[in-house]
C-alpha cells in the first residue's frame, strides 16, 4: 500500500475513531486514562538508551513477554542503566496484569 492510501484511509477511519473507542470504552475494553495511547501518544516521556519493545496481543503472550523481559534482565540486559524494556498490549486485562508485575 502507497503511502497516499494509508494516509487517505487514516484521514476516513480517524473521524470514526473518537465514537469507536467511547463505546469501546463504555464496555470496559477501553482504560478512559490511557485512551490517547491509542492515537500513539504516551504521557510517559522516552527514556535516553536502547529500548526493547515486548508486544502481547493476549494475556498468554504478555506472560511470555514478561518472562522473556525477566529472563533478559537475568542475563545482563539493562545492568548499565541505558537498557530500558517497553511493553505493550492490547487488552486492558493484560496491561493490569503487567502493571501488577
Known amino acids: 500500500m502507497t503511502l497516499s492510501t ?3 484511509l ?8 473518537p ?13 478512559k ?20 519493545w515486548l508486544h502481547g496481543t493476549s494475556v ?6 514478561l518472562a522473556l523481559a525477566n529472563s533478559m534482565k537475568k542475563n545482563g540486559f539493562g545492568e548499565n542503566k541505558k537498557e530500558f524494556f517497553l ?6 486485562s493484560a496491561a493490569k496484569l503487567i502493571k501488577d508485575k
Open 87 to 92: 511493553l505493550t498490549t492490547n487488552t486492558t
Open 33 to 52: 486514562n490511557r485512551l490517547s495511547e491509542r492515537y500513539g501518544i504516551s504521557k510517559k516521556s522516552r527514556p535516553d538508551g536502547a529500548i526493547v
Open 10 to 17: 487514516w484521514r476516513i477511519l480517524k473521524l470514526f475513531l
Open 19 to 31: 465514537s469507536y473507542l467511547l463505546k469501546r470504552q463504555k464496555k470496559g475494553k477501553e482504560d
Open 60 to 65: 498468554g503472550e504478555s506472560v511470555a513477554a
Open 6 to 8: 494509508y494516509n487517505f
